[in-house]
């Protein structure tokens, strides 16, 4: 029903900023939350932020609230995750994901997921 494309990743160094790119298509909901995950190898997949479409409040996980932003452009329908001062633990796939109505979870219960793309990043 939907379909949800992340671009953005790629090689870079400790220090450095990457903006991560989540395009939605297909049916949209009434109301919707977006959000990013990620896993970096042999670890479960990990909540970073998330944002309800319509208003725009966003919510953070702990670990990256400072360094990452989320926000949305809704003539483009994309979500975007803005990524400063990265550091090599930031190295995993990064997951965009979407779920119908106003509730934010951190778990993995959303409704559609992307493909992912990988962040690398080197000391």
């Known amino acids: 029903q939907v379909q949800l494309v992340e671009s953005g990743g790629g090689l870079v160094q400790a220090g450095d900023s990457l903006r991560l790119s989540c395009t939605a298509s297909?049916?949209?909901?009434?109301?919707?939350?977006m959000a990013w995950f990620r896993q970096a190898p042999g670890k479960e997949r990990e909540f970073l932020a998330a944002?309800?479409?319509?208003?725009?409040?966003?919510y953070y996980a702990s670990s990256v609230k400072g360094r990452f932003t989320i926000s949305r452009d809704n003539g483009k329908n994309t979500v975007y995750l803005q990524m400063n001062s990265l550091k090599p633990e930031d190295t995993a796939v990064y997951y965009c994901?979407?779920?119908?109505?106003?509730?934010?979870?951190?778990?993995?219960?959303?409704?559609?997921w992307g493909q992912g793309t990988q962040v690398t990043v080197s000391s």
């Open positions: 994901a979407a779920r119908e109505g106003l509730i934010i979870s951190t778990r993995l219960d959303y409704n559609y």
């Open positions: 297909g049916r949209t909901f009434s109301s919707y939350v």
């Open positions: 944002i309800r479409w319509s208003v725009g409040s966003t």
